[in-house]
């Protein structure tokens, strides 16, 4: 009965994976997916535990209680922390494949054949590269490490002769499984370069470095399905390698850059030059920017990780509900890398339930710039410098970018004039209509809110 039950179950379970992933890459259908896709894993899980090979369920019992002590907290985090939950969700799963992989090592050794200790060791290596470079990028995204790259003499020679050090040495445990000695050393190898991959990586590559530990990950777990014969594991650690190497492609070509760049470019060095410090710009208080808003017709906002940083994105539902009851137009315009991973903008905003037909992509606003009345600019940097499209010499040269230059006003809210991520000034700022409006994002779109409100205490 267990022999018809189980494959029953590992079947259902891979096709709601695949409809899962169908369904999250669109916004309205994003909720069935999360749905479906827990209730496939729930089924996976079951289906493992009615296995016959299982002779004691008491590590199985401990281990589900120390998963979920680790998990509620996590799942309890802001909404503003979801790049750091993403990470450390990749960690843990990472750490679990490769200690899998260790397991099953010493388990069969020397006795195991040249395929299955090649799916093994990529397992591995994969599992403790990925377990310290989420660990890291977690780090970066909480800032508990420097956001900037961390950059040493030859560091790019260094590491890939790290990494093919460490392939080597799996590769050598293919041909010889009794080498036990190597295999710590080799374990060792691949959690070292894991750190080093990412210590050189600044913050504005986040989002791409996330979605390509996530595929990282998936591998990892595809390779342990083929070391443990479990095809559902082969299945749903190839939809997530996959998917995550296409976002991390898709969001390479929404930055215009490699995969080359982001790994090893060192990209966000600060560049301010003394020129840029002794520019001037226009600034404004709350009360002059509620009242160009208040006779717009039409607002586009662009939120960015500067909303994320003062968790303001409820104030921002409140503005759009008083402006849209005034009879504005308020549309939201959404860049790829906005924030710190791939959606971080429409999770905060979906959050705040701002309807989900007011969140337009960039190729889609863009060209709605121009009839538009005000850009509102709330912590977006990188993403809206028009320096993107002519300096040859700028780091961001050839990233789209948003056209909130071509707004009839600008008004930017930010706290100071320091660069974002890539480390540069945003020429937007500089601009003859743009009104900088200083300040934390919270506090000025909740002082917009009052002030469009006409003081009525609405915000």
């Given amino acids: ?60 019992a401990v281990a589900l209680v120390a998963g979920t002590a680790i998990g509620i907290p996590m799942a309890l985090m802001p909404m503003t922390a979801v790049p750091q939950r993403t990470a450390l969700s990749h960690a843990f799963g ?17 006795a195991i054949d040249r395929f299955t200790m090649g799916a093994l060791s990529l397992e591995v290596l994969l599992g403790f590269l990925t377990f310290t470079a989420s660990l890291m990028a977690f780090g970066k995204l909480q800032e508990i490490l420097p956001t900037r790259p961390v950059t040493y003499r030859h560091q790019n020679i260094f590491n890939l002769s790290l990494f093919v050090l460490a392939a080597s040495a799996g590769v050598y445990l293919v041909i010889r499984p009794e080498a036990a000695w190597l295999f710590p050393v080799f374990g060792v190898l691949a959690l070292v370069f894991g750190v080093l991959l990412i210590i050189p990586i600044g913050g504005a590559d986040m989002p791409t470095v996330i979605s390509l530990l996530n595929s990282y990950a998936g591998l990892s777990a595809a390779a342990m399905g083929f070391v443990l014969n479990n095809k559902l594991l082969i299945i749903a650690g190839s939809l997530d390698g996959s998917s995550g190497l296409i976002l991390s492609v898709i969001m390479c070509r929404s930055m215009n850059r ?12 600060v560049q301010a030059t003394p020129a840029a410090e002794t520019r001037a710009v226009r600034s404004a208080t709350p009360e002059e920017a509620a009242g160009i808003l208040q006779v717009a017709g039409k607002v586009i906002v662009v939120p960015g990780y500067g909303m994320a940083v003062a968790q303001a994105q409820h104030k921002v539902r409140e503005l759009y509900d008083v402006l849209t009851k005034a009879g504005v137009s308020v549309t939201f315009a959404i860049h790829p890398v906005a924030g710190r991973m791939p959606g971080h903008m429409n999770v905060l905003l979906a959050e705040a339930d701002i309807p989900y037909d007011r969140l337009a992509e960039m190729e889609d606003v863009n060209s709605d710039f121009p009839q538009a009345d005000v850009a509102l600019i709330i912590g977006a940097n990188d993403v809206t410098n ?25 008004m930017v809210i930010k706290r100071s004039m320091s660069p974002g991520f890539a480390g540069i000034d945003n020429e937007l700022y500089y601009m003859d209509r743009t009104l900088m409006v200083f300040g934390d994002a919270k506090t000025v779109v909740g002082h917009l809110v009052r002030e469009l409100a006409g003081g009525s205490g609405h915000a």
């Avoid at 490699?258 to 060095?269: M, R």
């Avoid at 993107?388 to 700028?394: G, K, L, Q, V």
Wanted: charged share 15%.
């Fill in 1 to 60: 009965m267990i022999d018809r039950v189980v494959p029953l179950l590992y079947l259902t379970a891979a096709v709601s994976f695949i409809l899962a992933l169908k369904w999250l890459s669109a916004v309205p259908t994003a909720r069935r997916g999360v749905i479906v896709g827990a209730a496939g894993m729930a089924l996976a899980v079951i289906g493992t535990l009615l296995k016959p090979e299982i002779a004691s369920y008491r590590w199985i």
């Fill in 94 to 110: 990472a750490l679990a494949a490769a200690l899998v992989g260790t397991a099953e090592y010493y388990l069969r050794a020397p």
């Fill in 258 to 269: 490699s995969f080359g760049n982001v790994l090893f470019g060192a990209f966000g060095q």
């Fill in 386 to 410: 028009p320096a993107a499209r002519h300096d040859r010499n700028s780091p961001i040269y050839g990233m789209p970018i948003l056209d909130a230059d071509k707004a009839r006003t600008v």
